[in-house]
């Protein structure tokens, strides 16, 4: 049944040079970002990197130990002067990791609960069994969490979330304690729902693939800092730095020396591991002058099996071990001490201890600074 829209309207998240400090640990180190209105923006970076934490920041469930944070250009959150509006009152939904949900109360009551402790009870019915058919749910009201799938869980505890008419929806690596095939499922399922509400999303994950499907913004932190800040397509396809590079698109790292420049073809670099590789001008970051120690990123799905006949930016590496995957082969490659990873085809016909020449694609390799 098509439900009624329970959100009224997105809100802008400014965040100004936030700071949180754990006994003497920053989890959190000056970091600063804007989150559009109606944007779905994801934090992402490995475990530990203060993804929660900032999470956790916006929720109003940790205080600033430095910086501002305004939401609709409302300061929410400050450090100095101290100004700490209350979880409840700051217009944020929630949804945790381990869903949270109460064992001994219906779905019903889950969703209602967030409306009762804010004395909202007018409409109380109508706005629960809303929120319950907005994520699918509205035949399970009165089953028990028990009873319910661990996807089916997830939902409650986002229709809980946005019962209460939120601008700014927060969740919280929603889909890690799910198996694969529902995390997919629920992957479009969230992008379904952020379509519908059109409420502001700031989803935490250490998952690139759940960052790249879902997000508008992708912010990659990485050791209570932002690393860069950019469209899916940017921070996979155009990383601005090697972590990225590597977190974000699971590349290999080869390094080298610049040998050559050319205006048209780029950057020739002659690898530390045997062989040499041309990089394209806008695959270039820093000056890359002739002598200079780089090091090039390149991603599994960059590298093919070279056509016979090819010679430019080809490798000759020994295979170390092949996994066959089904869509692809994934094969670890050595050369000169150094290993890297391919992507290809499922044709592949590749065994462990051969020698395979393979072609990397000149356009997709970026250059930093070593
Ligand atoms: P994960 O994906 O594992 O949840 P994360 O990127 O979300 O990681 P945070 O949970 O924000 O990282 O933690 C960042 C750092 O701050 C970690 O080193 C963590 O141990 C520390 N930390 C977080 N909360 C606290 C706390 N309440 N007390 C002390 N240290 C904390």
């Known amino acids: 049944a098509a439900a009624a829209p329970v959100a009224g309207s997105a809100g802008a998240v400014e965040v100004t040079n936030a700071r ?3 006994n003497g640990f920053e989890a959190v180190s000056d970091i600063s970002f804007t989150v559009p209105a109606g944007s779905f923006t994801t934090l992402l970076g490995a475990s530990g990197s203060g993804k929660t934490t900032m999470l956790r920041l916006l929720a109003g469930l940790e205080r600033l130990d430095g910086g501002t944070i305004r939401m609709d250009s409302t300061v929410v959150a400050s450090a100095r002067p101290a100004t700490h509006v209350a979880p409840e009152a700051r217009r944020v939904g929630f949804v945790f990791q381990t869903f949270a949900l109460w ?3 219906t779905v019903f009551d889950q969703v209602a609960y967030p409306l009762k402790v804010r004395r909202q009870r007018e409409r109380l019915r109508e706005r629960v069994r809303d929120a319950l058919a907005l994520v699918g749910l509205a035949e399970l009201a009165d089953r028990y969490p028990s009873e319910l799938s661990g996807g089916q869980q997830q939902r409650v505890s986002i229709a809980r979330a946005i019962v209460y008419e939120p601008k700014v929806l927060l969740l919280d690596e929603p889909l890690s304690s799910l198996d694969a095939e529902l ?3 629920m992957c479009y399922e969230l992008q379904r729902l952020h379509r519908r509400l059109g ?5 935490v994950t250490h998952a690139q693939s759940e960052a790249l499907t879902l997000s508008d913004q992708v912010i990659v932190m990485a050791r209570g800092k932002i690393l860069e800040t950019g469209t899916p397509r940017q921070v996979y396809e155009r990383p601005k730095c090697l972590e990225t590079a590597g977190f ?3 590349s290999s790292v080869l390094r080298g020396v610049v040998a050559e420049r050319s205006g048209q073809d780029g950057v020739r670099v002659r690898l530390d591991c045997g062989g040499q590789l041309w990089v394209s001008p806008r695959g270039v970051t820093g000056d890359a002058a002739v002598g200079a120690a780089v090091a090039l990123a390149v991603k599994p799905e960059d590298l093919a099996v070279a056509p016979d006949g090819a010679d430019r930016n080809c490798l000759e590496a020994t295979v170390e071990a092949v996994a066959y995957v089904g ?3 994934d094969l670890s490659l050595e050369l000169g001490g150094e290993r890297f990873r391919a992507r290809t085809s499922k044709s592949t016909d590749a065994n462990v201890g051969d020698g395979i020449r393979v072609r ?4 997709a390799i970026r250059l930093f600074p070593a």
């Open 103 to 105: 064992p001994q109360m």
């Open 360 to 363: 990397v694609d000149q356009e």
């Open 20 to 22: 949180k400090v754990f």
């Open 248 to 250: 974000v698109g699971g």
């Open 327 to 329: 869509s692809h082969c």
């Open 183 to 185: 995390r997919e499922y």
């Open 199 to 203: 409420l502001t999303m700031v989803y």
